[in-house]
RNA sequence: GGGCUUGUGGCCUAGUAUGGAUAAGGCACCGUCCUUCUAAGUCGGUGAUCGUGGGUUCAAAUCCCACCAGGCCCGCCA
């Protein structure tokens, strides 16, 4: 949790001696030029605005207030909240300060089916939902990453199946497996017949330890093919755990007799009856579980161990959660904080992607396809000296994930590569040059060993500085709204949008060789740039990089 | 048909939770600025009935209702 507390909290007590009813939201940071904070008093009774904005007057960080109809128009001394900000990066390393919080959070995500390389449609809830955890871990709660493998289903006896029928004499890679799990949706979408994988399914739920063992063996080489291409865009998953370890266990057995009361029955298949009427099936007729019960079980297991969960998911699963959340809370009592993230689906111009169609484009491509176009920047930047693949790497990766997580979650985005291999605007690599740029200002500059002991005059500052110190000022609210909704997207944007006031700053504020006491103010405000853009960068996976 | 969700300049997006001052950016296009901390940058310009129609309000992109269009879901699949 942030130790922050922002002058608006110490402005609204002011204000309530004369508006006892004032709400902080009424405080807003201006965006449309009036004054750096605005008052507003529409919902209130104020008889006399003077005296108001005299009181205000007297906050030692209120240099000017100029009332305007219902509006109470506010100037801020920048000088003041740029020692803050830097008073906590001194002291504690970081701004905002934080301490941390006891409570466990369990983020799960990704969670795809291990039957093929993940894909740019996949992608984006691993990205949301790395994220999202990275964005708690900074405010301090103690989080861990979870996948839910599905190894029980129809999917993963086909991809198994097919190795057996058409590949068992062969070592299994990714390729291999892949090429045989296409062919067997064919052959089963031309003869229409399922019955050998709906056995399988069978003896699998059944438990059979040998054919467990077996499919797990092959599901692990397509997993691990997909853990690897997350840790190549800086992706890491604590826990997996195993559809058919619930099924193993028993405790999906347990779990649908302690449910018994509530149970219905069609036939032998057992359903649970939702607020709205709708059916929702645990088991099939044959005994055998369904994904949803195998699912609460998997809950009921987070649970175990976390006090708040978050699960990311693709919005084909809207109905999913709602359905696990109304069990969770109307059947087992649930008082811990559940929150369900879904996100809309990537697709191309030609419409969706589908890894059983051929039609994806992977991650693997992607990934190359963006360091090559990266590698021929660098090289066309450079005048044709030799380029470095790290940096390339580099940048290619923070490109990626930040056009995929800039966009809300919730909006449906159609992939193109144009977009993809823009890096000019709203990119990370623009965020990622103002970086280089506040480094080499730092870097360049003779005080900067004596910056820790520095008081700041009070001499007025040129717009541009005075726009970056409130905009950097407000980036402990940004980072608080993000948790708060969930989305670390607004974090994505704020980067860009304090990259762009940086670069402002960097084009008319020139901080070597003016006067000392300048240089070293802004020597300052570059510093305390710098520590923002590498915190969020840490959050949203931008790897930084020294010089571009 | 029912449910969820999205609709903002030519294209892409922010803002919608908690209504508040001339709707904020990016791409593209036209023009400007490198002997001064890296021009992957800066500044200026063109370009918006905020899907449509009603309603609530002193005030609506934001709230309510209806409609239109796209996406997703409505399985003893996952």
Known sequence: MLMYQSINEKLASTIRRFIPDFKEEDLSFDRTGHCDLTVRTFRYKVENMESLKSAVLEESFVTNAVVKGKYLNLTIDSNYLLSLMHSSISTTGQYPDVFQDPERVSVEHTSINPTGPIHVGRVRNSIIGDSISRLLKRFGYRVTTQYFVNDSGKQMMSLYLAYDKYNSDKQPTPELLLEGYRRIYREMEGTGSETEVEEMIKKYEEGDPALINKVRKIAGVMLDDIKGDLRTIGIKIDDFTWESDFIVSGEVKTLISSLSDSIKTDGEAKYLE????????????????????RDIAYHMYKLSQSDWLITVLGEDHSEHGKTLTEILTTYFDLVKRLDFVFNAFVSLETGSMSTRKGNAITLKELIEKTCERSKEIITEKRGG????????????ISAIRFNILKVSASKAMVFRWEDALDFNGDSAPFIMYSYVRALNIIKKSVVSSDIENLTLSNRELEKEER???????TYPLILSEAVKNLKPEALANYAFMLSKSFNDFYEKCKVIDQEQEVTIRRLITATVYKSIIEDISSIIGIQLVKEM
Do not use: H, P, Q, W
């Not at 939702?274 to 019960?293: E, Q």
């Not at 000296?385 to 290619?396: G, L």
């Not at 726009?467 to 000022?473: D, K, Q, S």
């Open 274 to 293: 939702m607020k709205d009427g709708r059916k929702v099936f645990l088991t099939r007729s044959d005994g055998s579980s369904l994904y949803l019960a």
């Open 385 to 396: 000296k030799t380029s470095n693949d790290e940096i390339a790497m580099k940048i290619a």
């Open 467 to 473: 726009a970056l110190v409130l905009n950097m000022y």
